[in-house]
């Protein structure tokens, strides 16, 4: 596709249930990032993936939280036993690890509420 | 660690007048970028312009200029002939050239732009 898309646009769900977030990145870019953004407040990074691998998740916030990227394009944010404070707008990015400063490009963002 | 800071939460501007948002880092690093992004009501984050720590001229995009200075820590955003389309939450964010970095931003609270008619 022609942009970094992400489904579903809404999630509503119950404390204590399993959700998953799917990012879709640009066709080519290598690099893939997951931010979450709590209301009133800038993006936080929370994992990178170069590849199939994640190389760094240094901002997942508990062992609740999970990343997957089977096959070094789509990705999918797991987050079990939702809590309420888990509810935020979850953006994906990605982008063309090369000789340029990698620009990243965001996808419209899931907005996750947890009732 | 490095920082980001966006002291002013909201800003306002007449259309087709000046504007300039401000944003200051802390970094012990000596090379990195620097970006702004604007993000609407759709969520998407859209990129404004992006600075090069190493270099010393200021970016330009169209109405949109930084003004960049790196002894200060300042990255501020001067948006001229402001449009109604222009209206929307604005950030600032850092990010490390270091080779083994995993080149994650690290962006600001956002100032959220608002243009009157």
């Known amino acids: 596709g022609a942009g970094v898309s992400q489904t579903p646009s809404n999630k509503v769900t119950e404390k204590g249930k399993y959700v998953e977030l799917r990012c879709d990145p640009i066709?080519?870019?290598?690099?893939l990032y997951w931010y979450r953004q709590s209301l009133g407040q800038g993006p936080e990074f929370l994992i990178y993936?170069?590849?199939?691998?994640?190389?760094?998740d240094s901002g997942l916030p508990n062992d609740r939280f999970f990343a997957v990227r089977p096959e070094g394009s789509v990705s999918t944010l797991k987050i079990q036993r939702t809590e309420r404070g888990d509810s935020a707008v979850y953006l994906c990015?990605?982008?063309?690890?090369?000789?340029?400063?990698?620009?990243?490009?965001f996808g419209p963002g899931t907005r996750l509420t947890v009732l | 660690a490095q920082t980001v800071t966006q002291s002013q939460p909201e800003m306002s501007v007449q259309e087709a007048e000046t504007v300039t948002l401000s944003c200051t880092y802390d970094?012990?690093?000596?090379?990195?970028?620097l970006f702004w992004y604007k993000q609407p009501p759709s969520r998407q984050m859209i990129l404004v312009i992006r600075?090069?720590?190493?270099?010393?001229q200021n970016a330009t995009e169209n109405r949109f200029s930084v003004n960049f200075q790196k002894a200060a820590k300042s990255f501020s955003l001067k948006i001229s002939d402001s449009q109604l389309g222009d209206a929307a939450m604005y950030f600032c964010?850092?990010?490390?050239?270091?080779?083994?970095?995993?080149?994650?931003?690290?962006f600001g609270t956002g100032t959220r732009l608002k243009v009157l008619a």
């Open positions: 970094t012990s690093e000596s090379d990195y970028y």
């Open positions: 600075q090069e720590a190493y270099k010393q």
């Open positions: 964010a850092y990010r490390s050239a270091l080779p083994s970095g995993t080149y994650k931003y690290i």
């Open positions: 990015a990605s982008s063309s690890r090369g000789s340029k400063p990698d620009t990243q490009y």
């Open positions: 993936f170069q590849g199939t691998g994640a190389a760094d």
């Open positions: 066709s080519g870019h290598t690099a």
